[in-house]
């Protein structure tokens, strides 16, 4: 089956989750986004986390058994969540930024 789902969460927590080691979880001021179903995989599209700490651009999937395989980007920075709802694991993004310039 597929389906698409818009959100908009505010004034939440996410329990299991925290940007640095040993850190609290991650306070919600507001969360919105596009939830796409499709084969099985629940995609983010268009996520947008606002925290304390910034406002971080979000994507990626939660497929079969909970798996994830997000990421938080913003400027100067961001983070690649993956494992579990249950058990998340957090990193810093070592993905190169690309930078273009215009003609």
Do not use: C, W
């Not at 100067?76 to 003609?103: F, H, I, N, S």
Request: a neutral charge; glycine letters at 14%.
């Amino acid at each position: 089956s597929s389906g698409v789902l818009e959100f908009d969460m505010r004034a939440g927590r996410f329990p299991n989750l925290a940007l640095h080691e040993g850190g609290a979880s991650i306070a919600v001021q507001r969360f919105t986004g596009t939830l796409v179903r499709n084969e099985g995989k629940f995609q983010i599209q268009e996520g947008k986390l606002q925290t304390d700490e910034g406002i971080y651009e979000v994507s990626g999937t939660v497929s079969a058994g909970n798996k994830l395989d997000l990421k938080l980007g913003r400027a100067g920075g961001g983070y690649v969540v993956t494992g579990t709802l249950a058990e998340p694991r957090v990193a810093p993004d070592k993905t190169p930024t690309q930078a273009a310039l215009k003609p």
